[in-house]
């Protein structure tokens, strides 16, 4: 058992040699001798790459950020001073490293920039960012304007088609067409004709007033006009040979937004005078001198200025004693149609819608 375990103070000798080995001096600068260089260069490493971090991020700041035109006019002092005829800035601005010139010219997007070499550099930088931002304003105040122009552009119908507006109109027409009385269903008739047929040619002379603006929407936009006419009716085909009658109309224009066409629909109703010769014992002609007449007409207008204009469409005219003569003399009455044409002139001084 002995030989297997060593004594006590073989370990004890062996310990105290480590200490001394330890405690050596000069095994102490071998050992700081070695370790020193591994320590040196991984602290450089460290220093350099802390260096380029910062360098890279501060290259980054000074690429990213350009100073537009806009930043260096807030720069520039905008009060010039007068010195004679000529106009100067009064202080340069201070140095900035965000807005220095020398910034600004490394970008080779910039056209304009100041620098120690071009003192007078920065004015004309201003004037050329100003002079662009009015050119600039000024086109898109063009274009407003124009638009503004195309959607308000005034309507020049509302010079023609207004309230209290009064006009003379000339109407001739030529109706050769006989049909049945096309109310018949409204009295009883059967829409039967005789074997009688005329031609009417009325002249009608008219004064219009208009009652109303330009009013309605869609395509009911439009004026109403009132007719007051004396006609003359010449009868080249038929018994009678003429009829002069008294009537009133009235008419609906269409009015639309600066059409010169103006289609319209209109009406009239009045009293009137013929020849009639059914009581001399001609048949199917009028049964007595006093008649009645209605007109029911279609058309449009179309406006050569303010104050003249003419006038084409179809007309329907019915002549009729209503009944009146009978029993002794039968009511047969006359009904054509055919194109009517006519002119209006303007009475008194000119309208503008603008005033």
């Known amino acids: 058992m002995r030989g297997a375990f060593r004594p006590s103070h073989y370990c004890d000798e062996h310990r105290s040699r480590g200490k001394n080995l330890v405690r050596s001096p000069k095994l102490m600068m071998v050992l ?12 450089s490493n460290e220093n350099s790459l802390s260096a380029s971090t910062e360098s890279t991020s501060g290259g980054d700041v000074s690429q990213s950020y350009h100073p537009g035109a806009g930043d260096l ?4 002092d905008p009060r010039p001073t007068v010195t004679g005829n000529d106009l100067t800035p009064a202080e340069p601005f201070p140095s900035d490293p965000l807005t220095d010139s020398r910034v600004v010219c490394a970008d080779p997007a910039k056209r304009a920039c100041s620098s120690p070499e071009e003192p007078n550099s920065a004015p004309a930088l201003q004037q050329e960012v100003r002079g662009t931002e009015s050119t600039s304003s000024g086109g898109g105040v063009k274009a407003s304007d124009l638009l503004g122009k195309a959607k308000n552009r005034p309507d ?3 010079d023609i088609y207004y309230r209290n507006r009064r006009e003379f109109s000339l109407d001739v027409g030529w109706h050769p ?4 009385f096309i109310y018949d269903f409204a009295v009883g008739d059967n829409y039967n004709m005789t074997p009688l047929k005329y031609t009417l040619v009325p002249i009608i002379a008219s004064l219009r007033w208009h009652v109303t603006n330009v009013g309605w929407p869609w395509i009911f936009r439009g ?5 007051f006419s004396g006609s003359v009716t010449a009868i080249p085909r038929g018994p009678e040979t003429h009829y002069y009658s008294f009537d009133f109309g009235i008419r609906r224009n269409f009015v639309y937004r600066n059409w010169k066409v103006v289609p319209f629909f209109e009406q009239r109703g009045g009293i009137g005078i013929i020849n009639a010769k059914e009581p001399l014992g001609v048949l ?6 006093l008649t009645f007449t209605y007109d029911l007409g279609v058309g449009a207008r179309y406006n ?3 104050k003249y204009s003419f006038s084409a469409g179809m007309n329907y005219m019915h002549i009729s004693n209503g009944y009146l003569s009978e029993p002794q003399f039968t009511n047969y009455g006359i009904n054509v149609y055919g194109p009517m044409f006519g002119i209006d002139v303007r009475l008194g001084k000119p309208h503008h819608a603008s005033q």
């Open 177 to 180: 067409v006989n049909i049945p």
């Open 223 to 227: 004026n109403m006009d009132f007719t």
């Open 284 to 289: 199917f002609t009028q049964g007595q001198n």
């Open 32 to 43: 700081f001798v070695l370790l020193l260089p591994p320590a040196l260069s991984a602290q």
């Open 156 to 158: 020049r119908n509302l």
């Open 73 to 76: 006019e807030l720069r520039l």
């Open 304 to 306: 050569i200025d303010s």
